[in-house]
């Protein structure tokens, strides 16, 4: 796994992105221990025309930028749509300020993508 440092500017949230609104105090507290411990954990990103998506780390990237920092630590892996959307629900699923409507329209999402067989193979996931 190389990790890469990229422009924030070249960024784009993921499209799939369940979580619509993002708790301000929350992001102020992520962004102040970014500030004080620097980026801890690079965030995962596909290539997309001439800039880039983010699969995983949309708070990191959202803090950085209200850093005003220039670069971000990120690991540039080559994902499908489907990879996407599973990628963006997981690493919000288990997260308590996402609200059941974007809970719901993430799983929503996920079952009309056509990955999954059943219900159960969803529930797996």
């Known amino acids: 796994m190389e990790v890469e440092s990229i422009s924030v500017n070249k960024l784009v949230p993921n499209p799939f992105q369940p ?15 970014i500030e004080k411990n620097g980026q801890l954990v690079p965030i995962i990103i596909r290539i997309k025309g001439n800039q880039y998506e983010i699969a995983e780390g949309e708070r990191r990237w959202r803090c950085l930028k209200q850093l005003k920092s220039k670069e971000i630590q990120a690991v540039v892996k080559d994902l499908s749509d489907n990879q996407m959307r ?8 288990q997260r308590e300020d ?26 797996k996931k």
């Not at 979580?19 to 221990?33: G, H, P, T």
């Not at 599973?86 to 699923?93: D, F, G, L, P, R």
């Open 19 to 33: 979580r619509k609104e993002f708790n301000q105090e929350k992001m102020d507290d992520l962004a102040l221990s």
């Open 86 to 93: 599973e990628i963006a629900y997981i690493s919000n699923a």
């Open 98 to 123: 996402l609200l059941p409507w974007e809970r719901e329209n993430a799983i929503y999402d996920l079952w009309k993508s056509g990955m999954y067989e059943s219900y159960g193979d969803l529930d």
